[in-house]
């Protein structure tokens, strides 16, 4: 209804979309639009599933990346042959190192490829990948293609040279390292390797992070050539002046710019410590460590027992905070960071909403609900210290539950003598 009520209003909106009841009507679609695809006028490469109740949709929630109301049904994709001829690699922003086949042009899906990704040493080992090899080629999901097979047939008369994974990094010559459980191959120079410099400042100024209007990749990338920014401290140093009369920077935008910049002091301490991209720590357990720690010196200061006491944080995670900050040059540069006024520190607002109500309670969510979604049940157990527990045990302190609960779960917590709550006895006991 809200797609049509769109399409009303003048937005483009596919009439190829369909309402369906049951799986088998899903998979009629899916058989379907695999054959009738090709006469499309765009390329696709999938179906997406919605779930259509809005009530259902925010029950199932979100996940930190995607929501769980829907999904992707993707094609096999369709593939081609063609001949490896180099294989370069490429650093990103985190310092991981990628494989690329340069290959000779081919026609797939519409478009011409000329490289693909090899995705990690492991991959290019498991293919026994030889230089001029004959090599499938697929369009998956990325944008990028990917390598899925060799022709061994085509090897009849000449063996190119085995492909073998650089040892020293590409960008900056340091030695690669291959962290324990990884796939990919690391550049361990975080502090002076430059794509992961300028990746370190984009992360920074995302979104979903500092969030600073007006700056961009290009813009980063165009500051550090320039030498004006060697690291995200630097931004704090800029001046309207410095960057005005640059490639498309006028002097409104300039000033705007700084403006950005300067707001961005108030953003709140768990989204300074997810700007500051610490190997593993995403919003998530940014927010965990904004709960637990007052300023950046605790956290710095924080030894590993202290780290993996905190929920979320295991043994990996924790050896990557304290690798961050046994890094004298990420020391400095949270100390610029601290000197430039940002808050890396609580505040009492930071706090606003936690209680420790529900301490040492482990708490069961069961059933549909109508006040709040299930993730924002779990996240007040959190804020008032309760734990959110998956399966009803004797160490259940109580249930909260909605709608519908399950027979097989109303039973076990009637044998076990455990008390069930409903949403309105809930939400006064922490209210
Ligand atoms: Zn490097």
Redesign the pocket.
Known sequence: ENLQEAAKWGFKISDLTRKCQTLEEVFEFINYWDVERKNLPVATDGIVLKVNSLRQQKNLGFTAKSPRWAIAYKFQAERALTRLNKVTYQ?GRT?AVTPVANLDPVQLSGTVVKRASLHNADIIEGLDLHMGDMVYVEKGGEIIPKITGVDKDARSFMLGEKVRFIVN?P????KLVRYEGEAAHY?P?ETA?PP?IKGKIEHFISRKAMNIDGLGPETVDMFYRLGLIKNTADLYKLTADDIKGLDRMGEKSAENLITGIAQSKTVPFERVIFALGIRFVGETVAKKIAKSFENIDDLQQADLEKLVSIDEIGEKIAQSILAYFANESNRELVAKLKEAGLQLYRTEEDLSGYTDKLAGQSIVISGVFVHHSRDEYKELIEKNGGKNVGSISAKTSFILAGDNMGPAKLEKAKKLGITILSEDEFLKLIS
Not at 171 to 174: D, F, I, P, T
């Open positions: 650093v310092g990094c960008e900056c010559g340091s550049c120079n390797c992961q």
